[in-house]
């Protein structure tokens, strides 16, 4: 019997009517039950897409899911594949561990080894939080005493994780380009006065201060999608007149769009850092090799449906639609000692 996390987003859904149309027996628990390791002795193994942006989830889903790896109990996302997931800090010591091809990310603890560091740099860098996603906390930085401002605020009265300005603004572009409607408009305003939970919840970021090096003229990143033997990708175009696509909501489906090399270097990546699903984000540099700029386990699995196919590990096409949601359970199920529907 496994145990799925009761929550009608995400993968759960996906999760459930696999199970029924499988006949795998599953039940519905809640994660969050103060008892719930103790109701999970019944159980082979637990499943719980946990999202950085519901409160509940951002205190105590890593830690709960942490606690069971301990104990060897088969849980989706593994503690591999989800000790780093929404912090780019650990993403840069974790890639730099494994000699992944993380674009060369820089991170200070103190205001004078940040200034310093910016005096002796190149610029434009990108300045990000370590959590946050659709581009959210990410910026351009062109200069020096852009880069100074940043550095004695991070280390100063600190980033909110929410800013309503730039989130009205990112609400105006997607009216702007159908991909929003006018209620979301009169949110953002809202917005103003009422912070979401979660961004009250995570607090403010500080303390450390995080800059990647700027990959030029690259009109889209590539999402490249790993679950075990089987990877898919996603184009996604940048706003325009800007350098950031995540979050845009543009983006192409079609595989011919998307270079090889990525794909390639997903599953060798996959292959290090030993997780059940990866989202890699790539760039493409200037010698036109592909550059990670952020991994995740949590992906919109909406966003993918159109997918016609997927590549295998020896890039071999398959056409096809697919449920990705499937896999992750095939997997979890495989570690249970299952491969087929028990
Ligand atoms: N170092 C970089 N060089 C060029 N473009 C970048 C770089 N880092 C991020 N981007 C662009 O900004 C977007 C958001 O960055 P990312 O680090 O993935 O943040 P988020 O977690 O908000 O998705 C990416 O989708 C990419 O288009
Ligand atoms: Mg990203």
Partial sequence: MIAIHNSKSGFHPAWIVYCQEQGIPFKLVNCLDDDIIEQLKGFEA???????????????AKTILAALSHLGFPVFPDYRTNWHFDDKLAQKYLLESLELPLVKTFVFYDTEHALSWAKGTNFPMVHKLKTGSGSKHVQLVVNYNEARKI???????????YSP??????????????????ISLVKGLLRFVHYPEYATVQGKERGYVLFQ????????????????NKAFAITRWVRKDDFRASGSGHFSHDPDMIPLSCVESAFKANQKLKGQCFAFDFVIDQQQNPRIIEVSYGFSPEVFRLCPGYWDKNLIWHDGRFIPEHWMIEILLKKVGVDKPF
């Fill in 46 to 60: 637990l499943l719980w897409h946990h999202s950085h942006m519901v409160p509940k989830d951002l205190i105590a």
């Fill in 151 to 161: 550095i004695l605020k991070a280390f100063g009265k600190g980033f909110s994780n």
């Fill in 165 to 182: 300005y730039n989130s009205l603004k990112e609400r105006v572009y997607q009216f702007k380009n159908g991909k929003a409607h006018w």
């Fill in 213 to 228: 090096e700027f990959v030029p003229n690259n009109p889209s990143d590539i999402r490249v999608i790993v679950i075990g």
